[in-house]
């Protein structure tokens, strides 16, 4: 589990180290480091001035009082300098950092189709745009913020331990007959009293671990299901389903207090031992140094310095104390990054069912291709047929049948199936499901869509085409910003396909029930608006109502149990 915990790490952590922005990644990292070196350094300045400055106010020495106040600012100043730049290069770095990972992850998310995938195969990747958003930025943050503290305390470790073994002299231990003698006592009851303390931790708290993984899922599920009332507010009105989504909402949350009631009780008392270990390092240096104090071998200025590097080397050795439930999270983290990592590689890795190719020909052919359920039920067998250019074929069938499923295939976006797809070399080929999709942003963008506002033509072509489509009211509206599948009816949203059409300019078009929100004589009037504009347009429909026959010359029938046949549709039909 180990083995696997920090092979994940790894591949996480090495991309961008080894990317093509590593050595200014690396320089700033190594000038992080030279940072926190330099402030290690002053605190052991200030820890030797500890010394000098309590000595002169034993003895009274008002001549060196000033001076030592001057000394300590100087020290002070330079210490705050290098302290705030190492926080802000760090930030520097971080942003750097998780702006590569986050643009590695959308290609690799949005290639090949990875996020329509993910669903199809059942995957249990929960909240992806979670995962990307919030726990990229999790991962960087914490790692930068737990290796970088990490390096300072052992840095803290080498200069304030020697500091400390040269304070701390020697303690006799008789023991019978016999006296031991352990050179820098001090030093080495601070590291037995450590690891004794990382151990009781890690006892203590490494439950946080799956309680923190866990209240990250449960938090983003809560606000998906809200998201997703959003999204569908005038069904759930309609529907008048306030009560059902309430109590989704309910058991959910519920979720999210019961595990986050089990993260407080372990982080309790996880805080309890922290904070009672804390305390009890503090007065452990004064009862150690006190001997020697008493005794005279050491002034007031020694045992200040002496509880001041006990501290340090403390602080230093209880690193992973301080930090347990910060690494509690960023192993939550990692598990969750791990797993979406490796699913999206899982799917990106499988090969299509169905291969696709293009070819020098004009008209698009299936060879033995076979379409299936995930649970391997077959709903087309060995389908081998040739569309020609300028064909208007209408798929049929029961719901169920397979039709959708079909489309999907021809767009190769299902992987479940076999058989070859070979589609015309440079034509444009356009799928128009029953719900378009409108990104959020200006119209402009949701009628471009899936071009850019700048290449889907001129601001008069995109006004003809809302006007050819019975949307001429929005003409003025195309840089408004909005939500547009919100203001605009289903209707509407299926007439701004239909623009779409007329700007890409497709040699094929494929329409999955694409007039279903249409009343029959403007469905009939959008077909008749693509033979008038795009007379060599090639379209296969997918639909039920029986006036689509009108619009197209042949039927390729499907039963859902593998056969199909094509036939023509008599003229008048």
Not at 173 to 195: A, D, K, N
Not at 247 to 265: C, D, P, T
């Amino acid at each position: 589990m180990k083995k696997d915990f920090v092979r994940a790490f790894w591949h996480l952590f090495r991309g961008y180290w080894s990317s093509e922005h590593k050595w200014r990644a690396r320089g700033l990292l190594a000038f992080v480091i030279g940072l926190n070196f330099a402030s290690v350094y002053l605190l052991v300045r200030i820890n030797s001035w500890y010394n000098e400055f309590y000595n002169a106010l034993q003895g009274y020495e008002a001549g060196s009082f000033w001076p030592l106040v001057g000394e300590f600012t100087g020290l002070a100043f330079l210490y705050i300098i290098i302290a705030v730049y190492a926080i802000y290069l760090r930030q520097m770095l971080q942003i750097r950092w998780r702006t590569w990972m986050t643009d590695r992850y959308l290609a690799g998310w949005m290639k090949h189709q990875v996020y329509y995938r993910l669903q199809v195969l059942g995957s249990d990747t929960d909240n992806p745009d979670q995962r990307i958003s919030e726990d990229i930025n999790q991962f960087v943050t914490l790692t930068l913020q737990l290796l970088l503290g990490a390096l300072k305390q052992l840095t803290t470790l080498a200069a304030f331990g020697v500091v400390l073994w040269n304070l701390s002299g020697a303690l006799t231990v008789p023991i019978g007959s016999r006296e031991f003698t352990i050179y820098g006592y001090m030093f080495w009851f601070s590291f037995v009293y450590s690891v004794l303390g990382t151990c009781c931790a890690h006892l203590v708290g490494r439950k946080l671990i799956g309680l923190n993984f866990d209240q990250q899922r449960y938090e983003a599920d809560f606000r998906f299901n809200m998201m997703r009332v959003r999204e569908n507010g005038e069904s759930v009105a309609f529907y008048h389903g306030e009560a059902a989504e309430t109590a989704g909402f309910k058991e959910r949350f519920a979720r999210v207090i019961s595990n986050y009631w089990q993260l407080m009780r372990r982080t309790k008392l996880l805080n309890f031992y922290v904070n009672g270990y804390g305390q009890l390092a503090i007065i452990v240096p004064l009862v150690l140094a006190a001997p020697r104090y008493f005794s005279g071998a050491m002034q007031l200025g020694g045992l200040m310095q002496t509880v001041s590097a006990f501290g340090r080397v403390q602080d230093a050795l209880s690193y992973f104390v301080d930090s347990y439930d910060t690494v509690a999270q960023l192993a939550a983290v990692i598990r969750r990054l791990a797993a979406f990592t490796e699913h999206m590689e899982h799917v990106e890795a499988l090969e299509d069912g169905v291969h696709h190719a293009r070819a020098a020909q004009s008209e698009i052919a299936l060879t033995g291709v076979d379409v299936a359920l995930p649970n391997g039920r077959r709903l087309l067998r060995d389908c081998t047929l040739a569309l020609p250019a300028g064909s208007r074929v209408l798929v049929t069938g029961a719901s169920g049948s397979g039709k959708s499923t079909l489309l999907r295939t021809l767009a190769g976006i299902w992987p479940y199936g076999s058989g070859r797809v070979t589609l015309p070399a440079g034509s444009t080929v356009l799928f128009l499901p029953q719900r378009p999709y409108l990104p959020l942003g200006t119209l402009r963008q949701a009628l471009a869509y899936p071009q850019t506002a700048a290449a889907a033509g001129s601001e008069q072509a995109m006004e003809a085409a809302l006007s050819d489509v019975g949307l001429g009211r929005l003409s003025g509206s195309l840089d408004r910003r909005d939500d547009w599948s919100r203001i605009l009816s289903l209707g509407e949203q299926q007439r701004l396909a239909f623009a779409r059409v007329l700007l890409v300019r497709p040699a094929w078009v494929f329409l999955d029930e694409a007039t279903s929100a249409l009343d029959e004589p403007s469905e009939q009037a959008m077909y008749a608006l693509l033979r008038r504009r795009l007379p060599a347009l090639s379209i296969v429909s997918v639909g039920h109502r029986s006036t689509l026959f009108a619009q197209h010359e042949e039927e390729l029938h499907l039963t859902g149990d593998g056969s199909w046949a094509v036939r023509p549709i008599p003229a008048g039909a």
